[in-house]
């Protein structure tokens, strides 16, 4: 068994991925090992779990992030141990200060000293000499610091008096508060356990940013702020309404500084003292401040991000209706409601616009006209979009007394407008508007959310707050991996799906789904799973990674239209013939011994 010392070799981080996500050191490697050589999530946690030891794709994701953090955080230390090593101030102790740190904000604490500056005021004190009197002040002796001070007078230097030397060692004293690392860790820890969020408006904004009114003039603790909350205020600093800053008490933070860097009451205490109150309020208390608008801009945006995806996930695993004739209603009001016919395979029949509503409100004549269609086209469903109007269509639809046979129900509409602007959309309608391209896409997402949402970006589809405001790289990786995860856990149907479903199959590029496509329009549908090798760019590797996502409902091989993985086929026929029966019986039976196991 690989001992935790073997895994250190292997990986540096594993012993600390394995203490914060309780996990043992096999599990880990096993899942980095995988990932690594090019597996996917949705891979590993289904057909990989007698290799990882079981685990979801909750924690294969966990451990997906963690490394990547924790391989970031090893390439900067790289870099900070390059840079000190140039400089040629790189100790045992400083180090072993940079190897130890454990996470960005402590690592750039040590790193402050040393990293490039711009020049600051305790650089032209240091230009003028004043660094030994900068450190006998610090040491805090019997020495007088305004007599000390009177050795450093030099006009030629800009120091024409006593005063003016202790200043510019006030300066440098005020530098070497802020750049200490314990410090700043015991300061960082003030703001964000008693950090308070203060908002004002800019004056004269008011008539302007009146949707910001609630933050006008509000203060509670950013510990304790909700994601929206901070996102809000957030955008309204954006928009130059509002100004905000955290801050903790200033007078317990310089308490802090002053028990750790003062000692006694001496006149060089005396300066020490003030330089620390300086080397707060102007440099430390800033520096900060902006650290911890960041990590509460982060804790937001990943609250933000997680409630998305749930609400996401929600959507696209909605019960589908099925393959049923449907007629979409795009409600409409001056414009009148476009509706379409659908068949059951989703192909668009028939296209018509009615104006049952204010302020046309033809009822008569619409009424007519859906009831035709129903009766014509054999409809079975009629969905109807929630957008303006969309209650006011729902209510006209039940009313017309179409009977028990067929359902009328309100379909999310969000997303719409940009899938019949897309060219995915053109691609399918080159010949329709994009009214009637909308109304199809809500038809379709009745009868098929997966299928039909995949075609739209999800932060279009609204089931989420300030999408646009969080951080965009991890809200796509998030809604790539709800998506992934969605599809894959329902499974494709290969010889009916389009290229942007396929696109999130497991080992898929958009590139290799949309060959897929064009393979299956150039030669017809597939006949097994293991046909699909004769796509070009399909590799041994991506055949793996996809084949266990993909069904083929009229394959001769029963084993093609389930979620089991080729590469297990043989056991499942082995299987089957134990117990007496043919492979299509052991599906079929869940209570036939080995029926259900894992595969």
Same mark, same amino acid.
């Given at each position: 068994?690989?001992?935790?010392?073997?895994?250190?070799?292997?990986?540096?981080?594993?012993?600390?991925?394995?203490?914060?996500?309780?996990?043992?050191?096999?599990?880990?490697?096993?899942?980095?090992?995988?990932?690594?050589? $090019?597996?996917?999530?949705?891979?590993?946690?289904?057909?990989?779990?007698?290799?990882?030891g079981?685990?979801?794709?909750?924690?294969?994701?966990?451990?997906?992030?963690?490394?990547?953090?924790l391989?970031?955080?090893?390439?900067?230390?790289?870099?900070?141990?390059?840079?000190?090593?140039?400089q040629?101030?790189?100790?045992?102790?400083?180090?072993?200060?940079?190897?130890?740190? %454990?996470?960005?904000?402590?690592?750039?604490?040590?790193?402050?000293?040393?990293?490039?500056?711009?020049?600051?005021?305790?650089?032209?004190?240091?230009?003028?000499?004043? #660094?030994?009197?900068?450190?006998s002040?610090?040491?805090?002796?019997?020495?007088?610091?305004?007599?000390?001070?009177?050795? @450093?007078?030099?006009?030629?230097?800009?120091?024409?008096?006593?005063?003016?030397?202790?200043?510019?060692?006030?300066?440098?004293?005020?530098?070497?508060?802020?750049e200490? %690392?314990?410090?700043?860790a015991?300061i960082r820890?003030?703001?964000?356990?008693?950090?308070?969020?203060?908002?004002?408006?800019?004056?004269?904004k008011?008539?302007?940013g009146?949707?910001?009114?609630d933050?006008?003039d509000?203060?509670?603790?950013i510990?304790?702020?909700?994601?929206?909350?901070v996102?809000?205020?957030?955008?309204g600093?954006?928009?130059?309404?509002?100004?905000?800053?955290?801050?903790?008490?200033?007078?317990?933070?310089?308490?802090?500084?002053?028990?750790?860097?003062?000692?006694?009451?001496?006149?060089?205490?005396r300066?020490?003292?003030? %330089?620390?109150?300086?080397? @707060?309020?102007?440099?430390?208390?800033?520096?900060?401040?902006?650290?911890?608008?960041?990590?509460s801009?982060?804790?937001?945006?990943?609250?933000?991000?997680?409630v998305?995806?749930e609400?996401i996930?929600?959507?696209?695993?909605?019960?589908?209706?099925?393959?049923?004739r449907?007629?979409?209603?795009?409600?409409g009001?001056?414009?009148?409601?476009?509706? =379409?016919?659908?068949? #059951?395979?989703g192909?668009?029949?028939?296209?018509d =616009?009615?104006?049952?509503?204010?302020?046309?409100?033809?009822?008569?004549?619409?009424?007519?006209?859906?009831?035709?269609?129903?009766?014509?086209?054999?409809?079975?469903?009629?969905a109807?979009?929630?957008?303006?109007? $969309?209650r006011?269509?729902?209510?006209f639809c039940?009313?017309?007394g179409?009977?028990?046979?067929?359902?009328?129900?309100?379909?999310?509409?969000s997303?719409?407008?940009?899938?019949?602007?897309?060219?995915?959309?053109r691609?399918?309608?080159?010949?329709?508007?994009?009214?009637?391209?909308? %109304?199809?896409?809500?038809?379709?997402?009745?009868?098929?959310?997966?299928?039909?949402?995949v075609?739209?970006?999800?932060?279009?589809i609204?089931?989420?707050? @300030?999408?646009h405001?969080?951080?965009?790289?991890?809200?796509?990786?998030?809604?790539?991996?709800?998506?992934?995860?969605?599809?894959n856990?329902?499974?494709?149907?290969?010889?009916t799906?389009?290229?942007?479903l396929?696109?999130?199959?497991?080992?898929?590029?958009?590139?290799l789904?949309?060959?897929?496509?064009?393979?299956?329009?150039a030669?017809g549908?597939?006949?097994?799973?293991?046909?699909? &090798?004769?796509?070009?760019? &399909?590799?041994?590797?991506?055949?793996?990674?996809?084949?266990?996502?993909?069904?083929?409902?009229q394959s001769?091989?029963?084993?093609?239209?389930s979620?089991?993985?080729?590469?297990? @086929?043989?056991?499942?026929?082995?299987?089957?013939?134990d117990?007496?029966?043919?492979?299509?019986?052991?599906?079929?039976?869940?209570?036939?011994?080995?029926?259900s196991g894992?595969?």
């Amino acid at each position: 068994m690989t001992t935790l010392d073997a895994v250190s070799e292997l990986a540096p981080h594993v012993p600390q991925v394995v203490k914060e996500l309780n996990l043992t050191a096999r599990q880990v490697v096993a899942t980095v090992e995988l990932l690594d050589g $090019g597996s996917t999530v949705p891979f590993i946690a289904r057909y990989r779990k007698e290799v990882t030891g079981g685990l979801d794709e909750v924690a294969v994701i966990a451990i997906r992030d963690r490394f990547s953090q924790l391989r970031e955080l090893a390439d900067r230390r790289g870099t900070v141990l390059k840079s000190l090593t140039d400089q040629g101030k790189l100790t045992p102790e400083l180090q072993a200060a940079v190897l130890g740190a %454990a996470t960005m904000s402590a690592l750039e604490d040590i790193y402050l000293p040393y990293r490039p500056k711009r020049r600051t005021r305790g650089t032209i004190a240091r230009e003028k000499g004043l #660094e030994p009197l900068a450190r006998s002040i610090f040491e805090q002796g019997a020495t007088d610091p305004l007599t000390a001070a009177g050795a @450093y007078v030099d006009p030629a230097k800009g120091v024409e008096d006593p005063p003016a030397a202790l200043a510019g060692a006030r300066d440098i004293i005020a530098e070497w508060v802020n750049e200490d %690392a314990a410090a700043r860790a015991e300061i960082r820890n003030l703001f964000a356990t008693k950090g308070v969020l203060t908002t004002r408006v800019i004056p004269g904004k008011e008539a302007e940013g009146a949707k910001f009114k609630d933050y006008f003039d509000w203060s509670e603790p950013i510990a304790k702020a909700p994601s929206h909350r901070v996102l809000a205020i957030r955008r309204g600093e954006h928009e130059k309404v509002l100004t905000f800053e955290i801050q903790p008490d200033p007078a317990e933070a310089v308490a802090l500084l002053l028990r750790r860097f003062v000692r006694g009451e001496s006149p060089a205490a005396r300066q020490v003292q003030a %330089a620390v109150e300086d080397g @707060y309020k102007r440099l430390m208390a800033p520096s900060i401040e902006t650290d911890i608008r960041l990590e509460s801009k982060k804790r937001a945006d990943e609250e933000a991000i997680r409630v998305f995806a749930e609400n996401i996930r929600e959507l696209l695993l909605s019960s589908p209706l099925g393959q049923k004739r449907v007629l979409a209603v795009d409600p409409g009001l001056r414009t009148g409601c476009k509706i =379409v016919v659908l068949d #059951e395979q989703g192909k668009l029949l028939h296209h018509d =616009v009615i104006f049952p509503l204010e302020p046309m409100n033809r009822r008569d004549d619409a009424g007519a006209m859906v009831k035709f269609l129903c009766q014509r086209y054999r409809v079975e469903a009629l969905a109807v979009g929630n957008g303006t109007g $969309g209650r006011e269509a729902e209510a006209f639809c039940r009313d017309l007394g179409l009977g028990e046979t067929v359902a009328v129900v309100s379909v999310n509409e969000s997303g719409a407008s940009v899938y019949s602007a897309s060219e995915v959309a053109r691609e399918e309608f080159p010949d329709q508007d994009l009214t009637v391209r909308g %109304a199809v896409s809500i038809g379709r997402r009745l009868m098929d959310p997966l299928a039909e949402l995949v075609k739209i970006d999800p932060k279009s589809i609204g089931v989420g707050q @300030y999408q646009h405001d969080v951080d965009q790289p991890a809200l796509k990786r998030s809604l790539d991996d709800t998506v992934s995860s969605c599809v894959n856990a329902v499974g494709v149907e290969l010889n009916t799906a389009s290229k942007e479903l396929l696109g999130y199959v497991s080992g898929l590029s958009s590139r290799l789904a949309g060959a897929i496509v064009a393979h299956r329009n150039a030669h017809g549908a597939f006949g097994t799973r293991s046909a699909l &090798m004769a796509v070009p760019g &399909m590799g041994p590797k991506t055949f793996e990674q996809a084949a266990g996502f993909l069904r083929i409902r009229q394959s001769p091989n029963p084993l093609d239209a389930s979620a089991v993985h080729p590469e297990r @086929y043989a056991l499942v026929e082995t299987m089957a013939a134990d117990t007496g029966c043919s492979v299509a019986d052991l599906i079929a039976d869940p209570t036939r011994p080995g029926a259900s196991g894992s595969t």
